[in-house]
């Protein structure tokens, strides 16, 4: 039977079959809806393909399609298009007439750029540019007023368009494993997000108010932590007219252990203030006590300030950014208070500016310095020996400290020594370098624990290699993708050059012919 005598036909599945083209009598079928043409050897769309016009779903997903027919365009009942895991490279200017498109994947192709017209799909919901070399997204896609699902997983994006704050609808934005390093601050603006998968990225802080029902997916490529922000931070928290300022400034820090394969996640994510503060201000002190983390940037911790974090009663995690220059003496955190705290991370330019007592935050388990530079204080001994709970001591700071920075070099030196005589097993971190174990504990390390160890640092060799393997894999398809327009181009040029030879020809067999007799 010949396909244009099927005039109904609604659905024409050939999906998993040897056929290897479409015939331009498919264009006979004016009442086709669905046309599935996946993992066929089918490499291209007929121009008759224009006219289907009821047609709502066109699937052509792991074929050798190399691109989309600017015809595709005339499509304009269109809702589901589906070009994944093809060789295309481009998609058409024409792809702004589908104005009933609402999903649209181009996953694991050779597209590299998203054309500007993308932000005339107002009924676009899912859009999937995942596996792809994009290395950025066109501002008018915050013209995509419908749009729900945003996948840039596996990409080369490293920062979102502040119009992305436009999404109002936009719940599921999926970057993990791309090169994503922070997300806008007016990113706080959207509302209805459910998921934020930022699974292998960079990015450690969320500046906006979000429901209780935000799932945050951190960590490994092979590891997922999701976790459920606090209700310090829930929209019904409710805060007082007072404080409408301050919960403005509110946003979301989530730490990560990055010193071995697993991405470990510490168990809390931060509820940031942001802008320098001389002191913690009121607001915080009015209506964050009973928070569970705090990240503040401050240039002074009198003790009236300490009291009030000391006696938050939900506190596990605390980041004090100190801006000020070394004080005349170190600040000494004794026994009592901070009773739940287990976490704790220490940004200030010089080194030895803490010390702590005994019995000093019971239940504290990391502790986190970042250090830029500075001179030593004799006989400084921070105290971690009179931290009953440690466990992990992480110092970011110059990889040339060693030679220019003394400070450091005898604060991480009295750290090391304190952590020797530890009661605990002690873990040291120095910016990326390999763990030091310190700690009575540490001598009664099994064998299981050196081998698990050793497998976590082999899983991350895997991981980096699996990374550059797939970097290699993207920058190959986009070699031969340019060769293959090099070709294409060349192809032309002498289509065209032996077209203009043959017509020379034509004409000097013309000129030469002489005239036939009557």
Not at 81 to 107: F, H, R
Not at 169 to 196: D, G
Not at 284 to 309: A, M, T
Not at 336 to 341: D, E, Q
């Amino acid at each position: 039977m010949e396909i244009q005598k099927l005039q109904h036909l609604e659905t024409l599945n050939i999906c998993d079959t040897s056929v290897m083209e479409l015939p331009r009598q498919i264009g006979k079928l004016q009442q086709l809806k669905t046309l599935d043409a996946s993992n066929t050897k089918v490499t291209e769309l007929p121009t008759e393909i224009e006219k289907l016009q009821y047609l709502k779903t066109l699937n052509v997903c792991n074929t050798k399609f190399t691109k989309l027919p600017r015809e595709i365009g005339k499509l304009q009942q269109l809702e589901t298009l589906d070009a994944s895991n093809t060789e295309i490279t481009e998609l058409p200017t024409e792809i702004e007439n589908l104005q009933y498109l609402k999903t649209l994947n181009v996953c694991n192709t050779k597209l590299t750029k998203l054309p500007r017209e993308i932000g005339k799909l107002q009924h676009l919901e899912t859009l999937n540019v995942s596996y792809t070399t994009i290395t950025e997204l066109p501002k008018e896609i915050g013209k995509l007023q419908h749009l729900r699902t945003l996948d840039i997983s596996c990409t080369k994006v490293t920062e979102l368009p502040r119009e992305i704050t436009e999404l109002e609808r936009l719940e599921n934005l999926i970057a993990r494993n791309s090169r994503l390093r922070k997300l806008p601050k007016e990113i706080r603006k959207l509302q209805h997000f459910r998921t934020l998968d930022l699974r292998g990225t960079h990015v450690r802080e969320l500046f906006w108010k979000v429901s209780k029902s935000l799932s945050v997916a951190v960590g490994g490529m092979y590891s997922v932590k999701v976790l459920k922000l606090p209700l310090a931070v829930s929209s019904h928290w409710g805060f007082p007219s007072s404080g409408a300022k301050c919960s403005k400034d509110l946003s979301i820090f989530v730490l990560t252990n990055h010193f071995n394969s697993n991405y470990e996640v510490q168990p809390v994510v931060m509820l940031n203030v942001a802008g320098r503060h001389v002191s913690v201000p009121q607001c915080v002190k009015q209506h964050l006590r009973n928070v569970s983390s705090l990240d503040i940037r401050i240039y002074k911790l009198g003790d009236e300030d300490l009291e009030f974090l000391r006696q938050m009663p939900n506190l596990k995690a605390l980041a004090i950014r100190y801006e000020a220059a070394l004080p005349r003496e170190p600040i000494s955190i004794t026994r009592g208070g901070f009773s739940k705290l287990e976490t704790f991370y220490l940004d200030c330019r010089l080194p030895q500016v803490i010390t702590f007592q005994r019995r000093a935050m019971p239940n504290l388990k990391h502790l986190e310095f970042k250090f830029y530079t500075g001179s030593k204080r004799q006989d400084y001994s921070m105290g971690i020996r009179h931290l009953q709970s440690l466990q992990i001591v992480v110092f970011r700071c110059s990889q040339y400290y060693t030679s220019g920075s003394p400070g450091i070099t005898a604060t991480i030196e009295a750290v090391r020594k304190e952590a020797a005589e530890h009661r605990n097993r002690i873990t040291i971190y120095i910016n990326d370098n390999d763990a030091e174990v310190f700690g009575r504990g540490a001598e009664s390390i099994s064998q299981v624990q050196k081998a698990i160890l050793e497998k976590e640092i082999e899983e991350k060799k895997q991981i980096q290699e699996r990374n550059d393997i797939l970097e290699k894999e993207i920058q190959e398809r986009k070699d031969v993708a340019e060769k293959h327009q090099q070709l294409l181009q060349a192809a032309e040029k002498r289509r065209a050059e032996c077209g203009d030879a043959t017509q020379a020809k034509q004409a000097t067999l013309s000129v030469a012919k002489p005239a036939s007799k009557r």
